[in-house]
């Protein structure tokens, strides 16, 4: 349900159906709302890849940071990490099932943010 605000009689206001904390739109939004983690969910829809090459492709982000939001996402079910036995020994991840499901709202707030005028995009 949707919070809204009530008047009684004698003109007082109280909120009726009040979010509770976390409503739903703010779980999904710690999840996927965290610095960088759009773009590794985005990066990682077509295929596995290698940490290296996952950094190269998420420019700006630091590789401490990469690789936090990647133990996050993992420990959220969003993300799987494989360690590849090869020569030198690597790691890859890729989108789980669940993690797959997050590309349609992502995918949506991406069209959503190519309507924002380039001012109000570049604001921080």
Not at 82 to 90: K, N, T
Not at 93 to 105: S, W
Request: charged share 30%; glycine share 8%.
């Amino acid at each position: 349900m949707k919070a809204r605000v009530e008047s009684d009689d004698r003109g007082r206001r109280r909120v009726a159906d009040p979010c509770m904390e976390p409503c739903p739109i703010e779980r999904g939004m710690r999840v996927i709302g965290g610095k960088w983690t759009g773009s590794i969910l985005w990066h990682l829809q077509d295929e596995p890849v290698r940490f290296n090459d996952l950094s190269r492709m998420i420019g700006g982000a630091s590789k401490k940071m990469l690789t936090e939001r990647l133990k996050y996402l993992v420990e959220q079910g969003l993300v799987s990490r494989e360690v590849v036995h090869s020569s030198p020994v690597s790691v890859q991840y890729a989108l789980t099932d669940f993690g797959r499901t997050a590309l349609a709202v992502l995918d949506e707030l991406r069209r959503w943010s190519e309507l924002l005028p380039a001012e109000t995009a570049s604001q921080r």
